[in-house]
């Protein structure tokens, strides 16, 4: 069965912990995404790797840090630096090339305490 | 101002009602144009993606673009209930970077 996985679907954390959040795909795309979504403001670029060991900024990259040191697997770490983590959290990933379709993950809820 | 801009409703309908949603957008560089449906808590899912201008008819759903006026529209006919979700409007040039309303709240009463 294809898809993409998120783990854990709910996460809470004290203020001043890091913490990662998982994505994981057997859909063989080689781009992976990650998005923050909060009421009323849609989805928002966080960092995005449109191949293995290699990603780039989104839009609202400060706080956060990703690796993608395989091509099935591109965890986020929330950092203690990001000033409003609580979100929830959404992986995709697509095909390479200008169509751009991407397939959503589940969600992570991330809650600060 | 947001570079895509979408009524975030909410849009209470009655089932059998068509269903009409837009997005207005400012980057002239947009081609592809996308609607996602998104149920309470869960991930995205693809509805129709359409590029540039023109009309694209599946099924239930008709997905219109119009660059000049930099409008997309989603309609949806014969609603269902069923067919209560937030649906986000997305608009990429051509690259990997995906632009997104901010969803629009749609309950179909039975």
């Known amino acids: 069965d294809g898809g993409i996985t998120q783990s854990p679907k709910y996460l809470f954390r004290k203020e001043g912990q890091n913490v990662t959040l998982s994505c994981e795909q057997n859909?063989?795309?080689?781009?992976m995404y990650w998005y923050r979504q909060d009421p009323g403001q849609g989805l928002r670029l966080i960092y995005y790797?449109?191949?293995?060991?290699?990603?780039q900024k989104g839009d609202i990259a400060e706080g956060y840090s990703v690796s993608r040191e395989k091509k099935e697997s591109f965890p986020l770490t929330v950092t203690s630096a990001q000033k409003n983590p609580t979100a929830f959290y959404l992986c995709?990933?697509?095909?390479?090339?200008?169509?751009?379709?991407?397939?959503f993950g589940p969600g992570t809820r991330l809650t600060v305490l | 101002q947001k570079e895509v801009e979408q009524d975030p409703g909410p849009l209470s309908v009655p089932e059998g009602a068509i269903v009409s949603l837009n997005c207005t957008y400012s980057?002239?560089?947009?081609?592809?144009f996308m609607w996602y449906r998104q149920y309470s808590r869960k991930g995205p899912e693809l509805l129709m993606y359409?590029?540039?201008?023109g009309n694209k008819e599946d099924g239930r759903f008709t997905a219109q673009v119009d660059k000049s006026s930099k409008y997309i529209s989603l309609f949806i006919r014969d609603s269902q209930p069923s067919d209560s979700a937030t649906y986000l409007c997305?608009?990429?040039?051509?690259?990997?970077?995906?632009?997104f309303g901010a969803g629009t709240t749609v309950t179909v009463r039975a």
């Open positions: 980057n002239s560089a947009f081609q592809y």
């Open positions: 359409t590029y540039s201008s």
């Open positions: 997305a608009m990429s040039e051509n690259d990997y970077k995906l632009s």
């Open positions: 995709a990933s697509s095909i390479t090339g200008p169509v751009n379709e991407q397939f």
């Open positions: 790797s449109q191949i293995v060991n290699d990603f």
């Open positions: 859909l063989n795309h080689d781009a």
